[in-house]
Nanobody
Framework: QVQLVESGGGSVQPGGSLRLSCAASGFTFSNYVMSWYRQAPGAERERIARISSAGGITTYADSVKGRFTISRDNAKNTVYLQMNSLKPEDTAVYYC???????????WGQGTQVTVSS
């Protein structure tokens, strides 16, 4: 059974930090490009960070570049998102996504809420 389980969300003040984790199971994690998406109320889901299957290539949306860092541990089947200097506009539900390198398999987690507010 394929599962992506996010954790680490919560409430934080502006300028604070959070680290999200996404634990994968049921598929060969190292064959998947992993991404973090987010969706704010009334907005479309947007991809904010992506990491290659081996972890050597990362890309970021301009809105988070320099503040967020995506990483992965293929031995632990886990992808992370370190979020620093959080802003109120970072408030959203954050989703983990895995996409097979050579095909159309595409998996999603259930999402974790991040709220940035004073």
């Amino acid at each position: 059974q394929v599962q992506l389980v996010e954790s680490g969300g919560g409430s934080v003040q502006p300028g604070g930090s959070l680290r999200l984790s996404c634990a994968a199971s049921g598929f060969t994690f190292s064959n998947y490009v992993m991404s973090w998406y987010r969706q704010a109320p009334g907005a479309e889901r947007e991809r904010i960070a992506r990491i290659s299957s081996a972890g050597g290539i990362t890309t970021y949306a301009d809105s988070v570049k320099g503040r967020f860092t995506i990483s992965r541990d293929n031995a632990k089947n886990t992808v992370y998102l370190q979020m620093n200097s959080l802003k109120p506009e970072d408030t959203a539900v954050y989703y983990c996504n895995g996409r097979y390198r050579w095909g159309d398999n595409d998996y999603w987690g259930q999402g974790t809420q991040v709220t940035v507010s004073s």
